[in-house]
């Protein structure tokens, strides 16, 4: 009965803004992912085919100065205690003048590095705080950029990605610097991240990508600090990414990373809590793969075929390997 009402209302939202939208851009499409695993461990249970994702894209102008985006995962259930818990955004964006904005909805919780800003749908195998982090919050963000479009700067107060609900009364203060000089872009930021009442986590997040031709390069580096804890790099991830187009339709990756927390003994105590909720005290793991992708469609990228391999430290002489099919269904482009 939640399903069929909220779908109900989606479709009157739907029609909502189509009618808004009448004199203005508008765009909407589904993409759906599936894929095949398996292991190396021929006694492993966790081999078959799956639906990896199936998200409803839209995005539209209401008019010049205002604009409104959703993305609804269809594969992800609703929680009856969060009524958005499959909706990774829903926001209004107003350009105040051509330099400053305001948004203000669900959101993209404003954290820098490349590996955190792919879509999940793009998204192979990841570092073990990638992993963890939960990426969408209800908040604010009030943004300027420059005349020339090189440097955008975005200052976000939402709700903490680690409060149980929305009304946890828990926040995250996130400074988002977005940098393109054409062969070199940056995703930077420095966010303060309450986990309980008046205790933070701090990141200082580094995304840089520098393109030479036909490759792309990015590197990652992110530091983790608590209050409490002695060595400022004692918590820490590093991702390396690098990409090879061959032609039109095909493109190579071979990608590694190490998580590190030495910030907290791994030994619980009596009063133990973790000052890192994504990656636990006493981590050290790496891991490393390579894979392909392949465009069969000439100038096009609405289908992807992928394949990769990869392994980590923690089972060595486990190899896994996926395969799968992208594809976008594009329904409304106006």
Request: net charge neutral; charged share 20%; proline share 3%.
């Amino acid at each position: 009965m939640v399903k069929k009402t909220l779908l109900c209302l989606f479709v009157a939202a739907v029609s909502t803004l189509t009618a808004l939208s009448q004199q203005e851009e508008m765009s909407l499409r589904f993409d759906a992912r599936a894929d095949f695993n398996c292991q190396s461990d021929k006694n492993s249970t966790q081999s078959g085919f799956s639906g990896k994702n199936l998200n409803l894209i839209l995005d539209g102008k209401i008019n010049s100065k205002l604009e409104y985006h959703l993305r609804q995962r269809l594969n992800k259930p609703i929680s009856t205690y969060d009524m958005l818990d499959a909706t990774d955004w829903i926001y209004l964006k107003y350009d105040i003048d051509n330099n400053f904005f305001v948004s203000a909805g669900k959101q993209v919780v404003a954290i820098g590095t490349f590996e955190y800003d792919y879509a999940p749908i793009d998204c192979y195998f990841l570092s073990d705080f990638c992993n963890n982090i939960p990426c969408y919050e209800l908040g604010i963000n009030l943004g300027f950029r420059d005349n020339a479009g090189r440097n955008t700067l975005q200052f976000q107060v939402a709700n903490s990605p680690f409060a149980s609900s929305s009304l946890g009364s828990l926040y995250s203060y996130n400074l988002l610097w977005n940098g393109d000089f054409n062969w070199f872009k940056t995703i930077y930021s420095l966010n303060m991240i309450e986990q309980r009442k008046g205790d933070f986590i701090n990141y200082i997040a580094l995304g840089n990508q520098f393109s030479f031709d036909c490759f792309v390069l990015e590197l990652d580096y992110i530091n983790r600090y608590h209050e409490k804890q002695e060595g400022f790099f004692d918590d820490f991830s590093l991702i390396a990414n690098l990409k090879a187009s061959i032609g039109d339709k095909w493109r190579v990756f071979v990608k590694g990373g190490y998580d590190m927390n030495k910030a907290q003994s791994p030994i619980p105590s009596n009063n133990f809590y973790h000052w890192d909720y994504c990656v636990s005290p006493g981590t050290e793991y790496g891991f490393y793969g390579a894979g392909c992708e392949f465009f069969p469609l000439r100038g096009k990228n609405d289908v992807r075929l992928h394949a990769y391999l990869y392994s980590n430290n923690q089972t060595p002489s486990k190899l896994y390997f996926n395969m799968g099919l992208t594809w976008k269904m594009q329904a409304i482009n106006r």
